[in-house]
Structure formats: C-alpha cells, structure tokens
C-alpha cells in the first residue's frame, strides 16, 4: 500500500492505497454519459481530491474507510488532478470512521513539474533537478 504523499501524477493504473472519505460532493456532474462526484479523501499522510464515477457516487459517503486497488491519479477532462478508480480500478470500503488522517497537504493542490529527466513523469516542484550551464 503506498500512501497518498508518495503518488505522484501518472497515465498507469498502479495505486494501491487506503484512505477515508472527508467530504463528498453531493452534486453530480454528467462528463458525456458518466455521472461523476468529487471528495476529499485522506490517509495519515497526506489528502487528495478523489472523483466517483456512476455508481461510486452513491455508494460511499464521508467515514468511509476505502481500499483502492490500481488507481490512477492524473488530471480529469476538466483539468483538475484526482485520484480515481478508473477503468481498470476498483474501490471497496473496508471500515467507517476510525483512522488516523491529516488534511494537508492535498495533493491534488500542487503544481507538479515534468521531471526533467524523464518528460513521462511529474514530480513536486522541490524535487525537479536544476540543469544550469554557464557559458565561458
């Protein structure tokens, strides 16, 4: 299980982690076909913003303890960076109510950088490596 101050920006579905539901949206939003809901989840780590699809939005609310199996966390058709089950993913709750969480930093509210070593991965600003080069 990682925990949510160690994901980082990603186009695979790789995130095993556990966290409790803070806050859920009560509003739903139609992206095509697919109803979708946003929350705040968290861990003892860290908090980040979760997006439900269909069936997810009715299913879970605030207390919930979730387990995430390959999640992904990237940026929505909205451009707003969330954690998410996607297709390939799966959310089960697990427990309700008691676990340890903090609710910063969200994860969801940092400026990622590509990493300039390698343009397929974002890292926190604070770890991007500064190339200079001075020029005689």
């Known amino acids: 299980m990682v925990s949510l101050k160690d994901i980082a920006p990603s186009t695979q579905n790789n995130i095993n982690t ?3 539901i803070l806050d859920k949206s009560k509003t739903t939003t139609m992206e095509g076909q697919y109803k ?3 929350g705040v989840v968290a861990d003892e780590t860290a908090a980040v913003n979760f997006q439900f699809w269909q ?9 919930d303890i979730v387990r995430l199996t390959n999640g992904i966390f990237s940026f ?5 960076l969330v ?8 959310i089960e709750k697990v427990g309700e109510f ?5 609710e910063t930093p969200n994860m969801s509210e940092i400026s990622w950088v590509r990493d300039p070593n390698n343009s397929s ?10 190339i200079s080069a001075s020029i005689p």
């Not at 991965?121 to 500064?130: E, L, S, T, W």
């Open 55 to 63: 069936n997810e939005c009715e299913a879970f609310e605030a207390g």
């Open 76 to 80: 929505s058709r909205h451009n707003n």
């Open 83 to 90: 954690l998410r089950a996607g297709k390939k993913g799966k």
């Open 98 to 102: 008691k676990m340890v969480f903090v």
């Open 121 to 130: 991965k974002y890292v926190q600003p604070q770890q991007a490596v500064i």
């Open 18 to 20: 556990q966290f409790i």
């Open 36 to 38: 979708t809901c946003l």
